[in-house]
Structures are given as C-alpha cells and as structure tokens.
Nanobody, 113 residues
Framework: VQLVESGGGLVQPGGSLRLSCAAS????????MSWYRQAPGKEREVVAG????????NYADAVKGRFTISRDNAKNTVYLQMNSLKAEDTAVYYC???????WGQGTQVTVSS
C-alpha cells in the first residue's frame, strides 16, 4: 500500500488549498477514504471521510462548510478542497483507507499571514 499526499503549502488566512492523495497497492474503489490531520503537540484527528463510491461524506465540526472531500476512482485519488482557511487548520494532513493501518508521509499545511 502506498499513499502519497500533495498540495500543501503556506497560505494566508481566508485562502484555499486543494490536497490530493494518490493511492496504490489496494483496490481503491472498494474502500472508504478519510483525511486526517495532526497539529504540533496534538493528536491526529479525522477531518473528513467519503464512502467507496463517493455517495456519502462526513466532516468534523471544525471544518464543516469549509472543506470538501471528493474522490476519483478512475485515478485512485482522493481530494480535500479547503476553503476559508484559518490558523487553526495548520497541520500535517494525511489520507487513509478505512480499516487499513497505512499512512503516507503527509503534506504540510500552514495558514499564516
């Protein structure tokens, strides 16, 4: 299993970023996928999830209305569109298939003026 997150960077408050996670080594279309994040000194937390076919999505309260998770099963990729970013969104972001204990290297998101 390989998970490669990308798309992070430095953005000002109120800005947007789109994260991508390219997956391989398992049947991507059969698994629900989630995005997690870990801020300095804090535990890793789930941010958003999407079912295998993309029909259902759920979000942590802290990001609801600002973040959108989506997936392209033809490309084995899951995305996280992040809008109206806040300083408290600063973290390393990871994707993970449901039920599989594999993690990528993550992508750093820093929200700062």
């Amino acid at each position: 299993v390989q998970l490669v997150e990308s798309g992070g960077g430095l953005v000002q408050p109120g800005g947007s970023l789109r994260l991508s996670c390219a997956a391989s080594g398992f049947t991507f279309s059969s698994y629900a996928m989630s995005w997690y994040r870990q801020a300095p000194g804090k535990e890793r937390e789930v941010v958003a999830g999407i079912t295998s076919a993309g029909g259902r999505r759920n979000y942590a309260d802290a990001v609801k209305g600002r973040f959108t998770i989506s997936r392209d099963n033809a490309k084995n990729t899951v995305y996280l569109q992040m809008n109206s970013l806040k300083a408290e969104d600063t973290a390393v972001y990871y994707c993970r298939p449901a039920g599989l204990d594999y993690w990528g290297q993550g992508t750093q998101v820093t929200v700062s003026s």
